[in-house]
């Protein structure tokens, strides 16, 4: 179980106590929670070390008990119930077809290809069709039918060629679990993960079909995403239950594409790198919100940031990962 030291809760004292008790409690990540003070997009930090929260830090926003929008981190959640439904026999694995799996979410006159887009192609964001995201995102959500105007785009690549961010292709595979179960992407949520985990999850957005929104506009709390994050850290385990099953977390953590934009690589919801001779799995939500697992450091970071402003690669996102980079990685020692 995850515990929250004495060292933590006085990280959470007023910004201008931080310094001085960080230097009295020689916390060795000292450094990261002074450069979080500085960034003024930045809303929480949260470190857990070994099972034990070091470093648990409101800057600024809701506190770290209070659900906030994770915004695409909701992505890596989703990728986590798709492989506690194939768990549980709801799917028969990451190569069935939309066409077998939910044909009434398949709009007539959509391009043949679509019925045979995989479980993977929507996991990997690599189904090919035109995005929904960035300048697509507003025309999307405002569409009657967010799964017909996803799957009736037309392909950009071929199915599985190459990585195309769309929140519009992780909403199908949304959609897709509530068909194959008949039930709401909520309650899997609630019973898969959030009682496992001991966690809330809040209802959100839901499309017009009554779709929860898949890939976007959760509310996780900081220490909901850390037990999250250390869930996977732990092969699926959380206090001695098992929640997902390991083989399911090793295959998240292997590449399969990579992000054209922060170049770094893409397996079942995660985002993959490298750095301090460390790998590193990354959930990543607009703003800057993000859950960071190191297995062989035995770390999980969160951070969470304001979700209207963003955090572009070269930018606030860029700030985030120099800071996980110079100030976090290097004073967590393999585990």
Known sequence: ???????????????????????????????????????????????VKNGETVVAQRVRGPGLDTPVNVKSVSKTVVAALTGAA????????????????????????ADPRVALLTVENLLT??????RTSGGNYGAWVGSRNWIADALGRPFVAEPGARMLYSTGTTHVLGAVLAEVTGRSLLSLSREWLGAPLGIDIPAWT??????????????????????????????????????????????????????????????????????????????????????????????????????????????YFGDLLAMIEQDILPNAPRA
């Open 125 to 130: 964001l690599q189904a090919g069709l035109e």
């Open 206 to 315: 839901r499309d017009p079909q009554g779709f929860y929104m898949g890939g976007n506009e959760m509310a996780l709390a900081p220490i909901a995403l850390a037990r999250f994050g250390e869930m996977f850290r732990l092969n699926g385990m959380w206090q001695g239950n098992r929640v997902l099953p390991s083989a399911w977390v090793s295959d998240s953590f292997r590449a399969r594409t990579r992000s054209p934009w922060s170049g770094l690589g893409y397996g079942l919801g995660w985002f993959l790198g490298n750095a301090d001779g460390a790998r590193f799995a990354l959930a990543r939500g607009y703003g800057g919100q993000v859950v960071v697992v190191v297995p062989d450091r035995a770390l999980t970071i969160v951070i969470t940031s304001d979700p209207t402003r963003p955090a572009r690669s070269q930018g």
């Open 86 to 109: 194939i768990d549980r026999n709801e799917l028969p694995g990451l190569q069935a077809k939309l066409g077998d799996l939910a044909p009434r979410l398949i709009p007539s006159g």
């Open 1 to 47: 179980m995850t515990r929250i030291t004495r060292r933590a809760l006085m990280l959470s004292a007023p910004a201008l106590a931080l310094p001085g008790i960080l230097r009295a409690q020689s916390n060795p990540f000292a450094a990261a929670a002074r450069r979080a003070q500085g960034l003024d997009q930045l809303h929480s930090l949260t470190i």
